[in-house]
Nanobody
Framework: QEQLVDSGGGLVQAGESLRLSCAASGRTFSTSIMGWFRQAPGKEREFVAT????????DYADSVKGRFTISRDNAKNTVYLQMNSLKPEDTAVYFCAEDPNLIGGKYFANSWGQGTQVTVSS
């Protein structure tokens, strides 16, 4: 089980960019699926993107396709989320996750980061 530390959030205007980082303790990072999720006030936590170990195959929520890019650096035990063309509806707390799973309509993970706030003003 990894310890995950999220960073990089902030307040930006619509159309601007941010890059989130998630630093892992490194014990299992290189063999783990890593993901980003987000949770807006009063809403359930939702899937944003995942990246597989090995071939780094990625998957994205439809709402962020073409704007967000997930990547990983196994040498640095870090996963990134580059967010471009941000919209007010992207405002949420963003969490990274190790080996996320959808069970009974809710997301679970071996580990979660503490979250980093992203606020996009119009």
């Amino acid at each position: 089980q990894e310890q995950l530390v999220d960073s990089g959030g902030g307040l930006v205007q619509a159309g601007e960019s941010l890059r989130l980082s998630c630093a892992a303790s490194g014990r299992t990072f290189s063999t783990s699926i890593m993901g980003w999720f987000r949770q807006a006030p009063g809403k359930e936590r939702e899937f944003v993107a995942t990246i597989n170990p090995g071939d780094s195959t990625t998957d994205y929520a439809d709402s962020v396709k073409g704007r967000f890019t997930i990547s990983r650096d196994n040498a640095k035990n870090t996963v990134y989320l580059q967010m471009n063309s941000l919209k007010p509806e992207d405002t949420a707390v963003y969490f990274c996750a190790e080996d996320p799973n959808l069970i009974g309509g809710k997301y679970f993970a071996n580990s979660w980061g503490q979250g980093t706030q992203v606020t996009v003003s119009s």
